[in-house]
């Protein structure tokens, strides 16, 4: 299959891939492309970017919780339709899950995809150095395709001058564009997925800003002759999660709104294919559950907007009922918070969840836990089965107060979970966990819980 594709990766974290990413996307797109937006990593925010920069939404291709065989069938079937597509990178372009394997980095997806390799580069406060500095990023792996570079924050055109010479001549690399400084493009940190208009007019405002940036310091033509240029692939068998669909079985009801956000677009169209109808549910609006046979509570920043949750007491009640009724419901991260009794902010203001789960959750001022997870079933619960190995990914500020003992189901075996050992607490028929799991690394937990839920609604 013939896909024209480009991965931006970067030095390091913050060294502008994503603002480069954002810019290279609304740019293709305003020139009348159609852009098939992807991100390397189980990240959630950088996608929900991706969305408002080119119409489409962004999938994640990840080497620890993902096979090579899913990384590759995902990206083609998600760039079906699509003129280009770009790739945004996560962190450096070889840091992965451990210090010595490539599992999980954005060199190794590279390679999976065929996708040559733009490299952002940091040249603040350097010139000739960065000659030396790329150049390791080219020799560390001969397989990564890396078709040049992007010198980003330079300084006066004199820096921009001999960074690139000294690049270009030094080190033997094409140089796509010198970026300079601007202090003034800011990417919000935390975005809200389904935001207020004014807030989506001035994304659009910036994301058009970020594309007049990279069409005029960066040679976007040469960028596509680039993506043009990639091998074509292999044809690939079609995943029967997506490619063989059920009829609708169950209603399955999904929190979306501005406090609910983190969902592996993939997870909700496993679960639409397999027989459930999906319904978004928003936590700050809606007065009570529509009829649904089942509940998936994402992730997200129930924090930032626990005010709003607090003050929506009718739809807690009618979650709370669901969940003692014995539907159910599947919780992840933000899920979890919700919940619970409490969420008690940075700010020491304490407000009213759900209150179904005894614990409570108080913000800290540094993250809790980051990076992949790797937690063993102890027992059946809504989403696996005991013995059962689960592969994901957890970053959360939060951390839990029990109230009683806890019934969990899973044992950690990498990672933190609610209490360093531990992972998802169970009651009744909900599950509720700080893991994010991506329904490739895990394709049972689409089943195991719409079973759950036909069961439940058959009763």
């Known amino acids: 299959m013939d896909i024209p594709r480009i991965l931006i990766s970067g030095t390091s974290s913050r060294a502008g891939k994503t603002v480069i990413s954002i810019g290279l996307m609304r740019a293709l797109r305003n020139r009348g492309y159609r852009v098939a937006p992807f991100k390397v990593g189980p990240d959630f925010i950088d996608p929900s970017y991706h969305l408002f920069a080119t119409g489409r939404v962004?999938?994640?291709?990840?080497?620890?919780?993902?096979?090579?065989?899913d990384i590759l069938e995902t990206f083609v079937r998600n760039s079906r339709g699509a003129d280009i597509a770009v790739i945004e990178g996560t962190m450096g372009l070889y840091d992965s899950h451990n210090a010595v394997d490539a599992k999980g980095s954005t060199a190794e997806v590279s390679k999976v995809i065929k996708a040559p390799v733009v490299l952002v580069a940091n040249v603040e406060r350097i010139s000739r150095t960065a000659a030396a500095f790329v150049l390791g990023y080219r020799l560390f792996d001969p397989e990564v395709d890396l078709a040049g570079v992007i010198l980003n924050r330079v300084g006066n055109p004199r820096h921009a001058y001999k960074a690139r010479t000294a690049v270009e001549v030094l080190a033997k690399m094409r140089v796509f564009g010198t970026v300079p400084r601007n202090p003034g493009i800011e990417i919000p940190e935390r975005h809200l997925g389904l935001i207020p208009a004014y807030e989506k007019d001035r994304?659009?405002?910036?994301?058009d800003n970020l594309a007049s940036i990279v069409e005029e310091h960066i040679d976007v033509e040469a960028l596509v002759e680039v993506a043009r240029g990639a091998p074509e692939l292999e044809d690939v068998p079609p995943n029967p999660l997506f490619s063989q669909p059920r009829e609708p079985r169950v209603t399955l009801g999904f929190a979306r709104d501005v406090?609910?956000?983190?969902y592996y677009q993939d997870n909700l169209d496993a679960f639409a294919a397999q027989g459930a109808r999906l319904v978004p549910i928003d936590t700050l609006r809606d007065s009570a559950l529509p009829e649904i046979d089942a509940l998936y509570i994402g992730g997200g920043f129930p924090e930032v907007?626990?005010?709003?949750?607090?003050?929506?007491?009718?739809?807690?009640?009618?979650?709370?009922?669901?969940?003692?009724?014995?539907?159910p419901c599947y919780a992840e991260c933000g899920g979890l918070m919700y919940l619970g009794q409490s969420i008690n902010t940075r700010d020491n203001h304490e407000y009213e969840m759900v209150g179904f789960l005894p614990i409570a959750t108080e913000m800290k001022a540094k993250f809790q836990a980051l990076g992949y997870v790797r937690n063993r079933a102890l027992r059946d619960n809504p989403i696996s089965r005991s013995g059962d190995l689960l592969v994901g990914h957890e970053f959360h500020y939060s951390r839990v107060k029990a109230f009683e003992r806890l019934s969990f189901a899973y044992r950690v075996e990498r990672g933190k979970g609610v209490d360093g050992t531990h992972d998802g607490i169970v009651k009744d028929n909900t599950l509720a966990n700080y893991m994010h799991v991506h329904v490739l690394s895990y394709p049972e937990m689409v089943n195991n819980f719409l079973n759950l839920a036909e069961k439940f609604k058959s009763s």
């Open 305 to 327: 907007m626990a005010e709003q949750l607090e003050r929506n007491r009718p739809l807690r009640r009618s979650i709370y009922d669901f969940c003692e009724s014995g539907g």
């Open 259 to 262: 406090a609910f956000t983190f």
């Open 58 to 69: 962004s999938r994640n291709l990840d080497g620890y919780m993902m096979s090579d065989g």
């Open 203 to 207: 994304l659009e405002q910036l994301f």
